[in-house]
C-alpha cells in the first residue's frame, strides 16, 4: 500500500512540476470538442441545403398515409412528389 502510495505522490509531484503537460491535459481536450463541433456543423449546412426527392404513393388514403406524409413534409428535408408531369402517380409508375 505504501509503494502504491508514494507512486502517487511521485506522479503528483511530477505533474504539477510540469506546467506545459498540465496545461496540454486541459488544452487537449478543449481543442478536440471545438474541432468536431465544427466538422460536425458543416456536415449539417450540407443536409440543410440539399433535399431528397421522394416518390409518395398513398393509395388507400388513410390517416396513417396522410400523417407520414404530413411527417416528411414537416421534417423539411423532402421534396414529396405525387404527380409526376401530367399523370397520375401509380403503382407501375413508382
Request: charged content about 25%.
Amino acid at each position: 500500500m505504501n509503494r502504491l502510495l508514494a507512486s502517487i505522490k511521485k506522479e503528483f509531484l511530477v505533474l504539477v512540476r510540469d506546467w506545459a503537460g498540465l496545461g496540454l491535459i486541459f488544452l487537449m481536450p478543449v481543442v478536440l470538442v471545438l474541432v468536431m463541433t465544427l466538422i460536425q456543423d458543416a456536415s449539417f449546412r450540407l443536409m440543410d441545403e440539399s433535399r431528397i426527392t421522394l416518390l409518395y404513393l398513398d393509395e388507400d388514403q388513410d390517416t396513417l398515409g396522410i400523417r407520414v406524409k404530413q411527417g416528411l413534409e414537416k421534417a423539411g428535408y423532402f421534396e414529396i412528389v405525387t404527380s409526376p408531369g401530367t399523370g397520375k402517380l401509380d403503382e407501375k409508375t413508382v
